[in-house]
């Protein structure tokens, strides 16, 4: 089965960083690419993708050059780096694979 754990999520300043982290167990990480999305509103948004060996990153228009995806899998983690961030950023942030795993989420708050 396996499953998701995020953290690092907290209340920043408009303009200011935050890292969030995911972390793996119970299932063969390194064998998945790994999705970080975030839901604010009705829908969930993807904000960025990595490949199995992190070789690969993808970002949408809405968060690239400000957000920055990597992973440790010795560490079975992912991370997401994000800078500048702004108000419309805030939203629970998660980590998901293709098989439909997901992580409960942190909260990101941005605050004007």
């Known amino acids: 089965e396996g499953q998701f754990v995020e953290s690092g999520g907290g209340v920043v300043q408009s303009g200011g960083s935050l890292r969030l982290s995911c972390t793996a167990s119970g299932f063969a990480f390194s064998d998945y690419g790994i999705t970080w999305a975030r839901q604010g509103g009705m829908n969930p948004e993807w904000v960025a993708w990595i490949?199995?060996?992190?070789?690969?990153?993808n970002y949408p228009d809405s968060v690239k050059g400000r957000f920055t995806v990597s992973r440790d899998n010795a560490k079975n983690t992912v991370y997401l780096q994000m800078n500048n961030l702004k108000p419309e950023d805030t939203a629970l942030y998660f980590c998901r694979d293709n098989t439909g795993r997901r992580g409960p989420g942190t909260q990101v708050t941005v605050a004007s």
């Open positions: 490949s199995t060996t992190g070789g690969k990153t």
